[in-house]
């Protein structure tokens, strides 16, 4: 097994991507082709891949967002996620809110070996940006699953609040992602 950075390879992983999400959510949680698609040309540098020889196994999604967004989910109870247009979107600058949209691992891969490559694979994207001076403000992502509970506060976000339909919406801020670094 190994990862891989979405920035090193085109959008052909977005089929397999798909497929995870089919595998791990309901229906209704599931993007689309042309969503995904749609925010990965906004940003490439949004996906942490895990791969089992040449097939995407496991991924973490996740790209700066606009201050409007951000706001809004800090203070909403509402779930964010397909509903994320481009427009929501950043480049890389010099200060980032980032948004960690879905965390997937296909049930069969779901091990500890799994789960440590796709962290570390995390923890070196986000150090490699604050090594190229973006600074990471801070990070949020909603948990639907007690395992993605349990995921998030291993990489020290903390639980806000509950949000619809039983949710949680987590935050790091710039101390815990220091932490999380540190912890490699």
């Known amino acids: 097994m190994k990862i891989d950075f979405s920035r090193n390879i085109n959008n052909n992983f977005i089929e397999q991507i798909l497929e995870i999400d089919n595998t791990i959510y309901p229906d209704y949680m599931c993007g689309s082709y042309e969503s995904?698609?749609?925010?990965?040309?906004?940003?490439?540098?949004?996906?942490?891949?895990?791969?089992?020889?040449?097939?995407?196994?496991?991924?973490?999604?996740?790209?700066p967002i606009v201050n409007n967004l951000y706001e809004l989910i800090l203070k909403s109870n509402k779930m964010f996620d397909d509903n994320i247009l481009p427009k929501d979107i950043c480049e890389y600058s010099s200060f980032n809110n980032l948004f960690l949209i879905?965390?997937?691992?296909?049930?069969?891969?779901?091990?500890?070996?799994?789960?440590?490559?796709?962290?570390?694979?995390?923890?070196?994207?986000?150090?490699?940006?604050?090594?190229?001076?973006?600074?990471?403000?801070?990070?949020?992502?909603?948990?639907?699953?007690?395992?993605?509970?349990?995921?998030?506060?291993?990489?020290?976000?903390?639980?806000?609040r509950t949000i619809e339909n039983s949710y949680e919406l987590f935050y790091c801020d710039s101390n815990g992602i220091e932490r999380m670094i540190a912890s490699e």
């Open 36 to 63: 995904i698609n749609q925010r990965f040309k906004k940003n490439q540098d949004s996906y942490i891949l895990v791969y089992d020889d040449k097939k995407v196994i496991g991924y973490f999604c996740f790209f």
């Open 102 to 160: 879905s965390v997937a691992i296909l049930p069969e891969y779901q091990d500890k070996k799994s789960i440590i490559l796709l962290t570390n694979g995390f923890k070196q994207f986000l150090k490699e940006k604050l090594e190229e001076g973006c600074v990471i403000n801070s990070i949020t992502a909603t948990a639907v699953s007690e395992d993605g509970k349990k995921l998030l506060r291993y990489l020290c976000f903390d639980s806000i």
